[in-house]
């Protein structure tokens, strides 16, 4: 056997048909909630100024979505502070395109200030 028939890539595989229902009620219910989210976001909304939406589904109290308006197509660095911005919560890159942006996040942990 070839060297480089030991390091090939393989094929890609078939993507799974997941079978979501368009017409589900609350495939229909979370598309509403996303596009009001999204109409929510303005000119105004820069970096500095995010839209924080969270537990936007009321599913996951962990999850968020941050609602911001760009120039240009860019990748930014984004960072969730305590009230008092001076605790940091959650921090991670994004790459956004021009207009509105609706970036999902997760906190995977609660940080504890003592």
Do not use: C
Not at 9 to 33: E, F, G
């Amino acid at each position: 056997m070839l060297k480089s028939e030991l390091t090939a890539t393989p094929a890609p595989r078939a993507p799974v048909n997941q079978r979501i229902d368009p017409t589900d009620p609350l495939v229909v219910s979370h598309n509403d909630i996303y596009a009001t989210l999204l109409n929510q976001i303005t000119v105004n909304n820069v970096q500095n100024n995010a839209l924080l939406f969270l537990n936007p589904y009321g599913t996951a109290p962990l999850s968020l979505y941050i609602g911001m308006w760009s120039e240009m197509d860019e990748h930014v660095t984004i960072t969730v502070t305590d009230v008092n911005g001076s605790t940091p919560v959650l921090t991670f890159n994004q790459t956004i395109t021009a207009g509105k942006n609706l970036s999902g996040a997760k906190i995977l942990r609660r940080q504890t200030v003592g």
